[in-house]
């Protein structure tokens, strides 16, 4: 039995949405380069030079909403289907992201799963409202991609 610090916690998160694109179009929109296009102040930092970030190994670091260091690795992918991050903000968090899509009769559905662990108590407190308010979250991202879109925004190169 391993001890477990009072107050950690592990989140286990799925939900998912419809965009009106082909699956194979929409695909890059949820890797590192992709979401460039339509998540404010999301600016990965890439370790190697022309790094595919579809590439198992790949890594490279954001920032959180608080500043954090975050690094991510690209851990499974099949281009065009379905991609696997791990992700830990340092000292706070670590997990895995879950990205799938999947055709649907106007476009595809976008399958969203993160499973994190918190570091610290503050991290646990923080990962209770990420559960609250990962439904609203997700919905966010739709918007803010068909806004892109609708503001003839560009798409990545299709897989």
Do not use: K, N
Request: a negative charge.
């Amino acid at each position: 039995m391993t001890d477990t610090p009072t107050g950690f916690r592990r989140v286990a998160v799925h939900d998912a949405f419809d965009l009106p694109l082909a699956r194979r179009a929409a695909f890059r929109l949820f890797t590192a380069r992709g979401e460039e296009l339509w998540v404010p102040g999301w600016s990965p930092r890439f370790f190697v030079d022309r790094a595919d970030d579809l590439e198992v190994g790949t890594v490279w670091r954001t920032h959180d909403d608080a500043g954090r260091p975050t690094t991510w690795v690209v851990v499974a992918a099949e281009p065009g289907v379905r991609v696997r991050y791990a992700r830990v903000a340092q000292d706070w968090t670590a997990g895995t992201v879950d990205v799938e899509l999947s055709d649907a009769a106007d476009g595809c559905r976008v399958r969203v799963g993160y499973d994190l662990t918190a570091m610290t108590a503050d991290a646990a407190a923080e990962l209770d409202r990420f559960e609250a308010g990962y439904a609203a979250s997700l919905a966010s991202w739709r918007e803010a991609i068909l806004d892109h879109l609708d503001s003839g925004g560009a798409l990545p190169d299709p897989v």
